[in-house]
């Protein structure tokens, strides 16, 4: 069974950078999509970016030039690069999983992530 575990998240400045960490742990087939995901207060959780071992990055046109998405296999960890941090990218973020296949056209549908970590606070102020 894969479990995710996030860190990094923290109050920063507008214009400020943060890199988020996703700790895999268990198994993580070839054939999966992992991905970051928001979540606002009062609003639904929002795909921004995933990745897999078959294609280029995705992204959400909100986070397109600011965000960074990479996995490393080394220590099995998805990364979310921040730059440029905007008051309105404040939400809980998320790492999340969706085997056993890759990310295609659906990477966005957060319904068909089975496995999530239990989330990190972004919080930028202007």
């Known amino acids: 069974q894969v479990k995710l575990a996030e860190s990094g998240g923290g109050s920063v400045q507008a214009g400020g950078s943060l890199r988020l960490a996703c700790s895999v742990s268990?198994?993580?087939?070839?054939?999966?999509?992992m991905g970051w995901s928001r979540q606002t207060p009062g609003s639904g959780r929002l795909g921004i970016a995933s990745?897999?071992?078959?294609?280029?990055?995705t992204y959400a046109v909100s986070v397109n030039g600011r965000f960074t998405i990479s996995y490393v296999s080394a220590n099995n960890t998805i990364y979310l690069q921040i730059n440029n941090l905007l008051p309105e990218d404040t939400a809980i973020y998320s790492c999340?999983?969706?085997?056993?296949?890759?990310?295609?056209?659906?990477?966005?549908?957060?319904?068909?992530?089975?496995?999530w970590g239990q989330g990190t606070q972004v919080t930028v102020s202007s």
């Open positions: 999340a999983a969706k085997p056993p296949t890759p990310c295609g056209g659906s990477w966005g549908r957060v319904p068909l992530y089975g496995y």
């Open positions: 268990g198994y993580m087939p070839r054939r999966v999509c």
């Open positions: 990745i897999d071992f078959y294609d280029e990055p």
